[in-house]
Structures are given as structure tokens and as C-alpha cells.
């Protein structure tokens, strides 16, 4: 989940897919939107990920591991980062830069947005 502030002062938090390539996520989206609009007005993010979360009704709970990124967003306008990130984000979401994921980079990659948010700071929070 990307959380970002647009210049309004009201916050706004959309699901995402992401990658994580060293201190930098990566992200992907339209070429225009309410939150490119945002991160035009504020490049400081937070970024919320939950992973193996289980709930257990009889305790009332949820078993759950999560960690919050702060960072800064920006366009990657440099063509070899972009498709660095779209080839990323193709490894981690169908498991390899298949044929198919190179003709969908080829024919759509440039109507395509990736935003790279360089990580400041880290929180976890756990319920094991």
C-alpha cells in the first residue's frame, strides 16, 4: 500500500505492486493519476507491506508480519533504470522475463510509469 499526500493536505493510500531492489522499491503505474498527481506535490512516501497473515478467529487476532518503508518517490526517466525495474517487477511477479513479459514491455512499456522510492527508514511490526 503507497501512501501519499496531495496538495489539498488530504492523504491517499492505493495498493500496489512493487519490487524490492536493495534500498530502492520499485513500482508501476498509468502515466497520469491521482497519484502521480501527489507525488508531483510531496516525493516523501510511506509505503506499508503485510506479509503471511493469518487470522485466528477463536483468539480474536491475526497472526501477521508487516514492515512500513519511508522514502522518496520519483519518475525514473532514465530508459535503462525504467526497464530495469519493468524486468524486476517481471521476475518477481511471474517468476522470469519470459518472451510474453518482453513483448508486453516492448508494446506497452512506454505508456508505462515506474516510480523508484529510495528507502530513509524502516519499521516492522509482528504478530507471530
Known sequence: ???????????????????????????HCAQEGHKLENLAHEERVSFCAVA????????????????????RAALVTDPEEKLRGL????????????????????????RTTVVRIRIERIAGKAHR
Open 87 to 110: 524486468e524486476l517487477l517481471a521476475v518477481r511477479f511471474c517468476g522470469a522475463v519470459t518472451p510474453k513479459v518482453e513483448e508486453a514491455i516492448a508494446t506497452s512499456g512506454s
Open 52 to 71: 503471511s497473515a493469518r487470522v485466528l478467529p477463536e483468539a480474536l487476532s491475526t497472526l501477521y508480519e508487516s514492515a512500513i518503508v519511508f522514502g
Open 1 to 27: 500500500m503507497l501512501a501519499t499526500v496531495g496538495a489539498d493536505g488530504w492523504p491517499y493510500a492505493v495498493p500496489v505492486n512493487h519490487v524490492l531492489a536493495g534500498d530502492v522499491l520499485y513500482i
